[in-house]
């Protein structure tokens, strides 16, 4: 059984940030690609990026391209996902996902993982 554990959400200001965090075990981090998903109340889960196993490669979604940053830590096991000018639109409950494929081709749609996080809230208030 693949686990997952988030941290890092909580409120902040407009044009702040926040810093989210996704550990897993040694063998999913180097074996799988994660993702980044969000989900506002009432709407579908919405891609936000993706990460290559062991780190390698990046895929954003338009709407936070430029301004949110994925990367990996292999020592740790861990994704992270760098918000940065943070608007209101952001605010939603944030996932990480272990895609099932070892490629990150397609890496955009939530069918396509497996296991998640148990969410973290991200409140980003005007």
């Known amino acids: 059984q693949v686990q997952l554990e988030e941290s890092g959400g909580g409120l902040v200001q407009a044009g702040g940030s926040l810093t989210l965090s996704c550990a897993t075990s040694?063998?999913?981090?180097?074996?799988?690609?994660m993702g980044w998903f969000r989900q506002a109340s009432g709407l579908e889960r919405e891609f936000v990026g993706a990460?290559?196993?062991?780190?390698?490669?990046?895929y954003y979604a338009d709407s936070v391209k430029g301004r949110f940053t994925i990367s990996g830590d292999n020592a740790k096991n861990t994704v992270y996902l760098q918000m940065n000018g943070l608007k209101p639109e952001d605010t939603a409950v944030y996932y990480c996902?272990?895609?099932?494929?070892?490629?990150?081709?397609?890496?955009?749609?939530?069918?396509?993982?497996?296991?998640w996080g148990q969410g973290t809230q991200v409140t980003v208030s005007s």
């Open positions: 996902g272990v895609k099932r494929s070892p490629l990150l081709v397609n890496s955009h749609r939530p069918d396509n993982y497996d296991y």
């Open positions: 040694e063998r999913t981090f180097s074996l799988h690609p």
């Open positions: 990460i290559s196993a062991r780190g390698g490669t990046t």
